[in-house]
């Protein structure tokens, strides 16, 4: 079959193109976005070919999936619309490829990419499996077994999806230009959940996961004692986590992760658990988990010229809050710097205290303008970064052409994060001034 991807640099469309060419298909995409983003990596490897004008010629046949991004009256939208051609939604085709394998769907607000890369690494280190994880990472193979993937709740699109297994690892107010409250996230998570086949494995800390009627097996993880795995002894140190799991007062394992936060030691034992279940030595789990390295953009650490710098995805207070708190972990006797990039309007609306108090765990907050691609600012008005300034601890706002502020933290830890599409730029672009 030929599929034409619009948007095919987002980072799910760009991991969905890879999947759907590894299982045979002819794939081609569009995109706005003529700069190079690590998202086209994978892409590009493949020789999947990115267009950006609108005269290239699309067989009758293609069926044509599209990025939320891009609206109706986008002109590329309107063009295949106008050829004729089959549009399916992005979440459509991806059930679609899930009812192919056995589905591990791990979803939830957050850490959705962490615990689908840990249950990726150790199946790929023991029987082999095919992935789609939103950081611009997806394979497929006709041959395995197991399909892992991150199912998100934005646009309600893991609805589409009846997965074998799944996972909730959280449920927390979010995406709220979607959703009416989070009574209605839960129950649209309730949704996801109970089309699963065979086990759901979730948070038994969380509030509202606790919540859902559920009308399938579930197993419940986490640190307080009513769980059916207990996390305890947890030793946060500056090179790992280590932490034990039991079940009904036995001893599962010891574990140790090169990772850092407890929200990390949430992700690990979900992962665990998930693995066990389908049938995993706990000897193989131990080794893979040792050897794990989290996916792109999340807690990647890099040194440039003696300058510390942490690359992370966190876009919601609850993210940014434990990331830097996992930084203070590794980094206990560094000074912590923080250049956040919001990517909506209605999120720093809606989040706008939390964010503060995320904020105040660093030293020092640079914050750039909101950078959106799907939310008009006109429908926004007087929302922008300026909104969370007065109340930080010590904030100033920054921009591309004022970098050079960030030289006086080069002993500091800079972590950078955000999902907006320009942070990648901002980053690079610090990197030279080191240099």
């Not at 969380?206 to 399938?216: A, C, F, G, Q, W």
């Not at 969370?388 to 830890?413: A, F």
Request: hydrophobic share 35%; glycine share 6%; net charge negative.
């Amino acid at each position: 079959m030929k599929y034409y991807c619009i948007g095919i640099k987002g980072t799910g469309m760009s991991t969905l193109a890879q999947i759907l060419s590894d299982l045979g298909n002819e794939v081609s995409g569009y995109d706005d976005a003529r700069g190079h983003k690590f998202t086209q990596d994978g892409l590009e490897k493949r020789g999947i070919h990115i267009y950006y004008d609108h005269d290239h010629e699309l067989d009758k046949d293609t069926i044509v999936t599209y990025s939320v991004a891009f609206t109706l009256d986008h002109p590329e939208m309107k063009r295949v619309k106008d050829l004729g051609l089959k549009i399916v939604k992005y979440n459509e085709v991806m059930g679609h490829v899930i009812d192919l394998f056995k589905t591990i769907g791990v979803s939830g607000t957050h850490g959705k990419t962490s615990t689908s890369s840990m249950i990726r690494h150790i199946l790929e280190d023991s029987i082999g499996c095919n992935y789609f994880i939103g950081a611009g990472d997806g394979y497929a193979s006709k041959d395995n077994e197991y399909f892992v993937v991150e199912s998100d709740e934005f646009n309600r699109h893991f609805t589409a999806y009846r997965c074998y297994n799944s996972i909730i690892t959280n449920i927390e107010a979010e995406h709220m230009e979607i959703y009416k409250d989070v009574d209605d996230i839960r129950d649209t998570f309730e949704i996801f959940a109970n089309q699963t086949k065979n086990l759901v494995i979730a948070n038994g800390d969380n509030e509202e996961v606790r919540k859902i009627n559920y009308k399938v097996p579930v197993k419940f993880y986490g640190f307080n004692d009513n769980n059916d795995v207990v996390i305890k002894n947890v030793e946060l140190l500056s090179d790992c986590s280590k932490f034990d799991l039991y079940e009904n007062n036995e001893l599962i394992g010891s574990f140790s992760i090169p990772l850092f936060g407890k929200h990390m030691i949430m992700n690990a034992t979900a992962a665990i658990m998930m693995c066990l279940d389908i049938g995993i030595e706990l000897e193989s789990i131990k080794k893979s988990l040792t050897t794990f390295k989290n996916a792109k953009r999340r807690f990647a650490i890099e040194e440039v010229n003696g300058c510390v710098i942490v690359d992370d995805y966190a876009h919601h207070p609850t993210e940014i809050k434990v990331t830097l708190e996992g930084v203070r972990q590794k980094y206990p006797n560094k000074r912590l710097a923080l250049v956040f990039i919001p990517n909506t309007y209605s999120r720093t609306r809606d989040f706008k205290d939390e964010f503060i108090e995320a904020f105040n765990v660093a030293d020092k907050t640079y914050l750039g303008e909101i950078d959106c691609n799907r939310e008009d600012p006109k429908d926004y008005p007087g929302i922008s970064s300026k909104i969370m300034l007065d109340k930080v601890d010590n904030g100033e706002m920054i921009s591309i052409d004022t970098l050079d502020k960030l030289l006086s933290e080069k002993d500091s830890v800079i972590c950078f994060m955000g999902c907006a599409a320009s942070l990648e730029h901002v980053i690079n672009k610090f990197k030279e001034l080191l240099k």
